[in-house]
């Protein structure tokens, strides 16, 4: 079956924060349900932020992915993130992915987006292919990231 997506709303974001925390505790990275409803809530409410699909598989819902949007000058204007692509392990391995990171590509054209760049855990080579095969290299740079406090 062919992948659907669909933008998410504000009805989306009680199944976005279960889909949410699967993705952190996979990737071993602390969920905060409280900080991360707050910042899901501003960009599926604010498009100037980014977008949220959900992905569907003709019943139900089975992952999202979120496009994050900022501006560099070393990447000559707009550029983006992926910053989240979940889907469900019963899902995984089907197509899904390939067909999300093209719906992205598509958007970031639409949205005159330079460069679109991603992150992954360095254990999860499944998910590093996938992002190979689709053109992405990987810069050999440290993320390096400072948290401002409120």
């Known amino acids: 079956m062919e992948p659907t997506f669909r933008l998410a709303e504000h009805s989306d974001v009680e199944r976005l924060i279960v889909y949410m925390r699967q993705l952190y505790v996979h990737d071993g990275t ?3 349900e409280t900080t991360a409803r707050r910042a899901l809530e501003g960009i599926v409410r604010d498009r100037s932020l980014g977008r949220v699909w959900m992905i569907g598989d003709g019943r139900d819902t089975v ?5 994050t949007l900022g501006y560099s000058l070393e990447y000559r204007g707009r550029d983006a993130f992926v910053d989240e692509l979940f889907i ?8 899904i992915g390939t067909r999300a990171l093209r719906l992205v590509e598509q958007a970031c054209r639409d949205l005159g ?3 679109l760049h991603l992150e992954a855990e360095r254990v999860n080579v499944a998910a590093q292919a996938l992002y190979r095969r ?4 990987d810069h050999d740079r440290c993320l390096m990231t400072k948290w401002i406090e409120d």
């Open 134 to 137: 689709h053109g992405f290299v």
């Open 88 to 95: 469900q392990p019963s899902q995984r391995r089907q197509g």
């Open 63 to 67: 992952g999202y992915v979120v496009l």
């Open 113 to 115: 987006v330079r460069a």
């Open 30 to 32: 602390p969920f905060d």
